[in-house]
């Protein structure tokens, strides 16, 4: 593999987690459990659609097959799709959606603050953009993990089963492949050895505040999202997401 | 035959066209900035997008203008349509093809609203951002937010995003009034 295609695959991953969660966040347009999360929730999901954008223009170019960032977005296919695992999860009860996001917002709030710095210059601009509103967002989440944890017995059952639940997928985010080794050894993505020890270390500060117990660093974990294997939930993501622009291919207003 | 009173459309396509009688090299750099000045937030139409700062530079050679402009954030909605906004005020002023960038970098922050534009968000119902968006922590206790209606400082913060995502929603508790509040970032 080139570094031109570990690029443009790693762009891919960047664009594709933050599309796949914000299409699972919008799935709570209507139903959130009081508006002000609902505000809250739909918002984050803009901000991440905004930097998947971004990031699928940036890939877009580099590709150069004809494919625009839409293209790119609505007419790959589930194996094509380069997301981490967690984020295609379901979103579960309140405290599920809000440790997926919180265990997300973690990883990507260091992976930002580490792409902001990277050698080129158009990575480093989206990401200076998008470190900003990941900031906020792990704020947000990390504020609720608390909450909840160290709330009510029903509330700290719910997020403790809820982190149970979902830190058979956190490996992904810190576990890297030769796509990741390629990109720090670029200049460009984190050091890998940097951002596992960042993450545990925030997500283990905030559990223990939140009287919560993580699960063990070498315990077995679900991976393959990056490579395109993924859980059963993605392909149904993808038939609601894409739906629209397979069924009306020409259309150009929504 | 008679003539037919002018539709909506017509409106729409004259106020593309740039008029016979515009001299727009007359133009001054600084007559560009009053004019981009006049072109109102279309979410918070209280204030212009030069206040808010999102119009970063111009570059006017007499005929040809480039404006650079940047979104508050990444998924802001309003983005295009503010770019739309900004080219159809340049070309009613006599400008061809004002070209307009879009730049992420350096990122857009709060500290670039002007002190008029956030006395402005404030008579407008929306608490401007407090203090430096560079001295911001990560988990951090809250600012301090006055109420822009009553001037309270005896406020609390309902949900970390508002209306739209460049505000949080707050209530004040002397008041009672719920408000936004323009984030600092």
Redesign the interface.
């Known amino acids: 593999m080139t570094e031109q295609q570990a690029l443009q695959d790693y762009l891919l991953r960047l664009a594709d987690s933050d599309m796949i969660l914000s299409q699972r966040l919008c799935e709570l347009c209507g139903k959130a459990p009081a508006v002000e999360e609902e505000l809250a929730l739909m918002n984050v999901a803009l901000d991440l659609v905004g930097q998947a954008r971004n990031w699928y223009e940036y890939a877009a170019e580099l590709i150069d097959d004809g494919r625009d960032a839409d293209k790119l977005c609505f007419l790959r296919d589930a194996h094509n799709y380069r997301n981490l695992l967690m984020v295609e999860q379901p979103n579960g009860d309140y405290a599920v959606t809000m440790a997926r996001q919180f265990f997300f917002d973690v990883w990507h709030y260091f992976t930002m603050k580490s792409l902001e710095n990277a050698k080129d210059e158009r990575i480093a601009n989206i990401a200076a953009k998008a470190v900003k509103e990941a900031t906020y967002h792990l704020r947000r989440s990390s504020e609720w993990v608390k909450r909840m944890g160290d709330g009510t017995e029903e509330s700290h059952r719910r997020i403790q089963d809820a982190f149970d639940l979902l830190w058979r997928f956190t490996g992904e985010l810190v576990t890297p492949d030769d796509i990741d080794h390629a990109m720090f050894k670029a200049g460009i993505g984190p050091d890998p050895e940097q951002l596992k020890q960042d993450w545990f270390g925030m997500v283990r500060e905030v559990a223990a505040q939140a009287t919560l117990t993580t699960g063990a660093e070498d315990a077995w974990m679900y991976m393959g999202g990056k490579r395109g294997v993924h859980t059963e939930h993605l392909g149904l993501i993808l038939a609601e997401m894409q739906f629209l622009p397979r069924a009306y291919p020409d259309a150009t207003t929504w | 035959m008679t003539e037919r009173e002018p539709s909506s459309v017509d409106v729409l396509i004259a106020s593309d066209r740039v008029p016979a009688n515009a001299h727009p090299e007359l133009l001054t750099e600084d007559a560009i900035w009053e004019l981009l000045d006049k072109v109102l937030d279309p979410e918070v139409p209280a204030v212009s997008v030069v206040e808010l700062g999102i119009v970063r530079s111009i570059s006017w050679d007499g005929k040809h203008l480039s404006v650079d402009v940047t979104?508050t954030?990444?998924?802001?909605?309003a983005t295009e349509l503010i770019e739309e906004l900004i080219a159809e005020a340049l070309r009613a002023a006599g400008i061809r093809d004002p070209h307009i960038n879009r730049v992420?970098?350096?990122?857009?922050?709060t500290d670039w609203i002007t002190d008029e534009g956030r006395e402005k968000l404030r008579v407008f119902g929306i608490a401007p951002p407090q203090g430096s968006?560079s001295k911001?922590s990560?988990?951090g206790a809250d600012e301090v937010v006055a109420c822009p209606l009553c001037g309270s400082e005896h406020t609390e913060r309902?949900?970390?995003?508002?209306?739209?995502?460049c505000k949080a929603?707050y209530r004040c508790r002397d008041c009672l009034e719920p408000f936004d509040y323009f984030?600092c970032?």
């Open positions: 979104p954030y990444s998924g802001c909605p992420l970098t350096p990122a857009w922050t968006a911001m990560l988990l309902i949900s970390e995003f508002g209306s739209t995502a929603l984030k970032i």
